[in-house]
């Protein structure tokens, strides 16, 4: 099956850096920044939908978006070559500054990407022609709005979205509004819609008449694939999962699909399915998936306002991951970048630690694993622990067990060894008392 060339992320990788490079250098800038903006800071995103990556987890909007525009300016051109805009658990057009961060990535010449759930792009022209300007700001086909619309029909887009309101025909409308503006202003920006396949989503009916709808706006691409199992999940889970959901519904899906698939890259849509194979658990538990090099291709300021090694931990639940608060200056964020260019990293450490990598991690760090082999031996497991009511998922946070490799030298009750000796995990019973007897320490 063809593939776009921006979906090969190995050569995206090695386009920008060299593989001799790759844990050899004190330093190297990653292709891209991931900024997860914090919505409008009251919620995290409009929808609720079932695999939403961060529903079971720290949702914290605590990033100062002044801040990082700033530090955006100070960052300046010839850096990042990418600034992606999305988030693990919001929705990115939600916030007020939004336009000011796109304006800023366009002086700072490099590229922008957007992950978006569609739903204020109606409303937003309305109000300040916000499509119209956005469209405006697209340079090149490597400048995208990638929308997760995961719904062919209003219904099914709800029963996802978990909304009792159609949200559906404003995000094609938008869309449309999209596509006109890139003809009338022959821009070169590329619109691309994503589906995730569920059980409401997915009648023959539904996804023929949803492609054709996709062909008849004129979007550029069209990708299905499953959703991952949420993070947060033991490894036994999200094995279950690939059992019960990827590998069944998989062969469903492909065969599904295969009449619509594009055989060239030239048409338009594009339209393809990612495998769950892109997502696989057990590719990850590889005695040889070991070094993480995927922090040569991105680095990510999450929505709570820290810098994280990688856009899927960017959550404060993944504490371990956190590479320090919010930066005040180019020298501090460099600092944290070289904390994770480690070749001592271990992937395992994260995916012991109920982590994952992403399709584009785990297509790096595979091929990276298999070329490296002779070398990556240096990356070394660490233990990491969960602290936190266990009853309450969302303030779970899995810190090294280490504290001295912790990012704040913060430590918890769980340290002084009641894990360990079989005591209640949940004592003390209250969160309350809990959070005092932290403030205590
Ligand atoms: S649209 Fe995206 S951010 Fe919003 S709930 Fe769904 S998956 Fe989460
Ligand atoms: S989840 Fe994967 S890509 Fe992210 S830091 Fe861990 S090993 Fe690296």
């Given at each position: 099956m063809p593939r776009l060339d921006n979906y090969n992320y190995m050569k ?37 939908c079932f695999y ?63 992950h978006?759930?569609g ?25 995208y709005?990638s929308c997760s619309l995961d719904g062919g029909s209003?219904e099914s887009h709800?029963k996802t ?7 559906w025909?404003?995000i094609i409308?938008?869309l449309?509004?999209?596509v ?10 590329s619109i691309r819609v994503a589906y995730l396949l569920n059980k409401w989503n997915s009648s023959v009916e539904e996804l023929t008449k949803f492609i054709d709808l996709m062909k008849e706006i004129k979007v550029d691409s069209l990708r299905f694939s499953i959703p991952y199992a ?11 999962y690939k059992e019960k959901v990827e590998n069944k519904e998989h062969k469903k899906f492909k065969d599904l699909l295969e009449p619509y698939m594009s055989k060239s890259k030239d048409e338009k849509p594009f339209v393809f399915y990612f495998a769950p194979e892109n997502q696989d658990i057990d590719r ?74 992403n399709r584009m991690?785990l297509e790096?760090?595979s091929e ?74």
């Amino acid at each position: 099956m063809p593939r776009l060339d921006n979906y090969n992320y190995m050569k995206n990788l090695t386009d920008w850096v060299s593989e001799k490079d790759i844990f050899n250098k004190d330093f190297i800038w990653p292709r891209q920044m991931e900024i997860h903006l914090p919505s409008n800071k009251e919620i995290a995103c409009d929808f609720h939908c079932f695999y939403c990556q961060g529903s079971k987890l720290d949702m914290a909007l605590g990033m100062d978006e002044k801040k990082a525009l700033k530090l955006m300016e100070e960052i300046g051109p010839n850096t990042f070559e990418y600034y992606v805009y999305g988030g693990a658990y919001t929705e990115p057009l939600l916030n007020p500054y939004f336009m000011d961060f796109m304006r800023l990535t366009k002086k700072l010449k490099a590229h922008f990407g957007i992950h978006s759930n569609g739903s204020q792009l109606k409303k937003l022209q309305e109000e300040n022609g916000f499509c119209t300007e956005l469209v405006g700001l697209m340079e090149s086909k490597y400048d995208y709005f990638s929308c997760s619309l995961d719904g062919g029909s209003p219904e099914s887009h709800m029963k996802t979205k978990n909304i009792k309101y159609d949200a559906w025909t404003d995000i094609i409308e938008g869309l449309r509004i999209l596509v006109k503006e890139r003809e009338k202003q022959k821009s070169k920006g590329s619109i691309r819609v994503a589906y995730l396949l569920n059980k409401w989503n997915s009648s023959v009916e539904e996804l023929t008449k949803f492609i054709d709808l996709m062909k008849e706006i004129k979007v550029d691409s069209l990708r299905f694939s499953i959703p991952y199992a949420q993070y947060g999940n033991e490894v036994k889970k999200v094995q279950n999962y690939k059992e019960k959901v990827e590998n069944k519904e998989h062969k469903k899906f492909k065969d599904l699909l295969e009449p619509y698939m594009s055989k060239s890259k030239d048409e338009k849509p594009f339209v393809f399915y990612f495998a769950p194979e892109n997502q696989d658990i057990d590719r990850m538990l590889d005695e040889n998936y070991k070094q993480c090099a995927y922090t040569y291709y991105q680095t990510t300021m999450g929505s709570s306002g820290h810098i994280y090694r990688c856009s899927s931990i960017a959550t404060p639940s993944f504490d371990y991951g956190i590479l320090g608060k919010q930066p005040e200056t180019v020298a501090e964020l460099k600092e944290m970048i070289k904390v994770s260019q480690d070749k001592e990293f271990h992937c395992h450490t994260c995916i012991h630690s109920t982590a994952r990598c992403n399709r584009m991690a785990l297509e790096i760090n595979s091929e990276w694993n298999v070329y490296n082999k002779a070398n990556n031996h240096t990356a070394k497991q660490e233990s990491t622990m969960a602290v936190g009511p266990k009853n309450k998922r969302e303030e779970v946070k899995h810190v090294y067990s280490d504290i001295e490799r912790r990012w704040n030298k913060k430590e918890y009750v769980e340290d002084n060894g009641s894990l360990n000796t079989g005591e209640d995990f949940r004592k003390p019973k209250s969160f309350q008392m809990y959070q005092a007897n932290n403030e205590k320490k």
